[in-house]
């Protein structure tokens, strides 16, 4: 599976801010290191991690994306690998916890969010790197929920697949303008 985003982190992390968070599947932010961790919790509980190797920026779009390819986590950072690690093949475990954006047990991510994408396999780097500045159509193969945030108003976040993925906005947050370059 793979999770991506475009972040843009106003401050350091503070606590494990969720970037993206769905009980137990995640891509969070680091206290102290402002790093980011990637991984999972398999259908045995045990939980499988890998942090990136290098910070995430304050003030500066970046793109990210874990992915579980079935024998290594990848963290990748504008397209670039930054850090694998192998673990081997595992059943990642599932869970009905809601999908959260921005937060992560009670820790909040203090920035923007753009482009979140949430797919049921692997992505290679070759496709990260291709689909990094362009927008989605919704209706590509493994994609299972997408969220561009390309509203102006209003509390629904739109899933732009079949899914129909739907989220409701929390905290009255501010809409703007991305300016990572679309391509």
Do not use: C
């Not at 919704?138 to 697949?161: H, K, R």
């Amino acid at each position: 599976f793979t999770l991506e985003a475009w972040v843009y982190k106003a401050s350091p992390f503070s606590g494990a801010p969720g970037i993206i968070s769905k009980g137990d599947y995640f891509l969070v932010g680091q206290s102290g290191t402002d790093q980011i961790t990637f991984g999972f919790v398999d259908s045995s509980t045990t939980p499988h991690t890998i942090d990136s190797l290098s910070a995430i920026p304050n003030n500066q779009w970046v793109h990210l994306a874990g992915v579980y390819d079935g024998a290594d986590l990848l963290i990748y950072r504008d397209g670039v690998l930054d850090n694998r690690a192998t673990i081997g093949a595992f059943t990642v475990a599932t869970t009905s916890a809601n999908l959260e954006l921005g937060k992560n047990a009670g820790n909040y991510f203090n920035g923007t969010l753009d482009e979140v994408r949430l797919w049921n396999l692997a992505r290679s780097q070759t496709q990260l790197q291709r689909a990094l500045h362009h927008t989605l159509s919704g209706s590509e193969p493994g994609l299972a929920a997408y969220y561009n945030f390309d509203q102006t108003a209003g509390v629904i976040l739109p899933d732009l697949t079949n899914g129909g993925n739907h989220g409701t906005l929390m905290n009255l947050p501010a809409w703007t303008i991305a300016t990572w370059r679309y391509g």
